[in-house]
């Protein structure tokens, strides 16, 4: 009964983008009340569809998006400052703004013990967090350019650019 109101009603009044076809006689009245298509949405897929199908790759937000896909960037240390990290721990982390090639400025921490930079110095820029200070997302390269190794380093030197020592005999 349902179906043979919902279809008298169709009839009465049809829709607009067909009215514009009827008027020209372009479309039978009849013919164009019914829909070619079913009117619930889609099916979604059956379990075995759904197992077969690959899942669409997430696209991974990076870490360090200032890099632009690089390994390292160079710039120019802008300003050199402390910062004291987050609540469990306590010291005093030297941090540099640095201004890249690219004209964007970011924090980058200074690993290991003492530095010799300064304003106006070049220095090459990697990725890598430092997990106490928010928003210091990047370090700075040490030995390279006009940044010096630590000195007297004999542990974990190729982080820190510190040669290997003489050997005495």
């Known amino acids: 009964m349902f179906s043979a109101l919902r279809f008298s009603g169709q009839l009465a ?26 009117p619930s949405p889609p099916a979604s897929a ?9 899942s ?9 998006p200032l890099l632009e896909g690089n390994t390292q960037k160079k710039g120019v240390v802008s300003q050199i400052f402390i910062a004291k990290p987050k609540k469990p721990n306590s010291a005093k982390r030297k941090v540099a703004k640095v201004k890249l090639t ?3 400025t970011v924090q980058a921490y200074i690993p290991g013990e003492g530095h010799n930079l300064q304003d106006h110095s070049v ?14 997302r990047y370090k700075v390269v040490r030995g390279t350019l006009d940044f010096s190794g630590v000195a007297g380093r004999l542990t974990a030197r190729s982080k820190y650019g510190a040669k290997r020592p003489k050997q005495q005999s």
């Open 13 to 38: 009044r049809p829709r607009a983008a067909s009215s514009v076809l009827q008027r020209n006689g372009l479309v039978n009245p009849v013919l164009s009340s019914f829909r070619a298509f079913h």
């Open 46 to 54: 059956t379990l075995n569809q759904a197992t077969r199908r690959k």
């Open 56 to 64: 669409p790759k997430k696209i991974v937000a990076s870490k360090s």
């Open 102 to 104: 690219t004209g964007k």
């Open 123 to 136: 220095v090459l820029i990697r990725g890598g967090r430092t997990q106490d200070l928010p928003g210091v």
